[in-house]
T-cell receptor, first 113, second 113 residues
Framework: DTGVSQDPRHKITKRGQNVTFRCDPI?????LYWYRQTLGQGPEFLTY????????KSRLLSDRFSAERPKGSFSTLEIQRTEQGDSAMYLC???????????FGNGTRLTVT | KNQVEQSPQSLIILEGKNCTLQ??????????LRWYKQDTGRGPVSLTI?????NTKSNGRYTATLDADTKQSSLHITASQLSDSASYIC????????????FGGGTRVLVKP
């Protein structure tokens, strides 16, 4: 157990609906990352927070995606108007420093029907 | 474009045997190389992190090597156990970049009794 929790573990939604995922990192982790992973592939970077500031966003993060980290604690990732191509595992990870290991949660598996 | 290539894509080994996974990268400038283990349906877990000056690092039955000149790394699993069945992901970090982690596609290992 890495101490990073994600909720829900699984989400099935219909195309066009909005979904929101939550990540609770370890309290010492001032850096928080969101990744997307499809079957058989490595994780792809989506966005990065240092404390409450969103410092970087991948071009994969279309305007349908938004992430927040109020007060630098938990984070949420929202996908609006979901598409079937959004079906993937969404992973959250935290770390203390740049060169320290990433501690991943067990992800939220999204299925868009 | 920074890339991390892993080989083989998958392999099957008998319990108790050893195996070696390969990782070649083109990330530059290089900061560190990480190996993660990912069980099915779970988030990746860190095995090792190596910087430019380190050429080998062990974590129990896992030993990683790094040749920064040839930009190659390997992960050796000794005396494999059924619990080693997982995907192993090589991740390379770009120097001085807050979030420039390039993930390989992983090697899927299946250990059979």
């Amino acid at each position: 157990d890495t101490g990073v929790s994600q909720d829900p573990r699984h989400k099935i939604t219909k195309r066009g609906q909005n979904v929101t995922f939550r990540c609770d990192p370890i309290s010492e982790h001032n850096r928080l990352y969101w990744y997307r992973q499809t079957l058989g592939q490595g994780p792809e970077f989506l966005t990065y927070f240092q404390n409450e500031a969103q410092l970087e966003k991948s071009r994969l993060l279309s305007d349908r995606f938004s992430a927040e980290r109020p007060k630098g604690s938990f984070s949420t990732l929202e996908i609006q108007r979901t598409e079937q191509g959004d079906s993937a595992m969404y992973l959250c990870a935290g770390s203390q420093q740049f060169n320290s290991p990433l501690h991943f949660g067990n992800g939220t598996r999204l299925t868009v029907t | 474009k920074n890339q991390v290539e892993q080989s083989p894509q998958s392999l099957i080994i008998l319990e108790g045997k050893n195996c070696t996974l390969q990782c070649n990268y083109t990330v530059s400038p290089f900061s560190n190389l990480r190996w993660y283990k990912q069980d099915t349906g779970r988030g990746p877990v860190s095995l090792t992190i190596m910087t430019f000056s380190e050429n080998t690092k062990s974590n129990g039955r896992y030993t990683a090597t790094l040749d920064a000149d040839t930009k190659q790394s390997s992960l050796h699993i000794t005396a494999s156990q059924l619990s080693d069945s997982a995907s192993y992901i090589c991740v390379v970090s770009e120097e001085a970049a807050v979030n420039k982690l390039t993930f390989g596609g992983g090697t899927r290992v299946l250990v059979k009794p």
